[in-house]
């Protein structure tokens, strides 16, 4: 079998090092992102004057890119400029529809697609120890393997249909993003009761209430003063719960108490939708 030359579009906070991690494994890699190339390109990558370059010389291709509407243009660029029999691994949070519509272009040109949406955050993009879930056919998702194994800890095959990996990662972020919501939300009450808001976390670390949130996130990012830069801006958490309750209500399905934190997470966005996600419990425990 000939070496896939692989490539990458979108070289951001997340896209940055996963670019990194996929060069660092010793693999040929050609990139190119709208905001400046050279300056995020990893070490000993070619950089592409376009995506429709990357579309071009890559038979393996990752998209990394901040929004739905960003995701599709480039889709359509690889469309026009890609080749038969190339792939497109897809680590965008875009939601099962549109990961689905992807897919049916790409057929048509003959280009296949892997689902492959990722969790972790930056730190952990930073680290290669994304968590990856994927779905495709067994034949594309073995030519994929290669370039999602260099920036994670582990890969889930979660289905065998695009879309598949969108929805487990939209029912991930739905926990997350409303568990923000809901920890900033007790600890508030506690806090606005004279309780020390390390101590509380103390508790609760130890105690029946203990999530990612109390035990990474609360320490990592809101506990500093000012607080950290996660990497996740708060438009984008917006985007990505948006996906779960536009999906929930359209399929039935229930979906009343994360809606409830969806209100929250829009109004914070709505608020200064670039401030960083370690601003969320500053918001909540400001507000009346």
Not at 228 to 250: P, T
Request: proline share 4%; aromatic share 6%; net charge negative.
């Amino acid at each position: 079998m000939a070496k896939e030359q692989f490539g990458f579009i979108g070289l951001g906070n997340m896209g940055q090092p996963m670019a990194g991690h996929v060069k660092k494994a010793g693999h040929d890699l050609i990139v190119h992102d709208l905001a400046g190339t050279a300056d995020r390109a990893p070490e000993g990558a070619r950089i592409a004057q376009s995506n429709a370059e990357v579309a071009r010389q890559a038979s393996v291709l990752a998209l990394s890119l901040p929004t739905v509407a960003a995701n599709r243009a480039v889709v359509e660029e690889i469309v026009e400029a890609g080749n038969a029999g190339s792939v497109v691994i897809d680590t965008c949070t875009i939601g099962p529809d549109a990961a689905a519509k992807n897919a049916a272009k790409l057929k048509a040109a003959g280009i296949a697609y892997v689902d492959a949406p990722v969790s972790g955050l930056k730190a952990r993009a930073d680290e290669g120890t994304l968590a990856s879930m994927i779905a495709g056919s067994d034949a594309d998702i073995a030519r994929a393997r290669p370039l999602i194994e260099a920036y994670s800890r582990v890969v889930f095959v979660v289905g065998d249909r695009p879309g598949q990996g969108q929805r487990m990662k939209v029912v991930n972020n739905a926990i997350y993003i409303s568990t923000l919501v809901t920890v900033s939300e007790a600890l508030a009450f506690g806090e606005h009761g004279g309780l020390d808001l390390q101590t509380m976390l103390d508790v609760v670390n130890a105690s029946s209430g203990q999530c990612l949130v109390t035990q990474q996130v609360f320490p990592t990012y809101m506990m500093s003063e000012p607080p950290g830069i996660s990497g996740a801006e708060a438009l984008v958490l917006k985007k990505d719960l948006s996906l779960f309750v536009e999906g929930a209500a359209r399929e039935g399905t229930p979906n009343a108490a994360i809606a409830k934190a969806y209100e929250t997470i829009a109004a914070f966005s709505d608020a200064d939708p670039r401030q960083d996600k370690a601003e969320i419990y500053k918001f909540i425990f400001a507000r009346e």
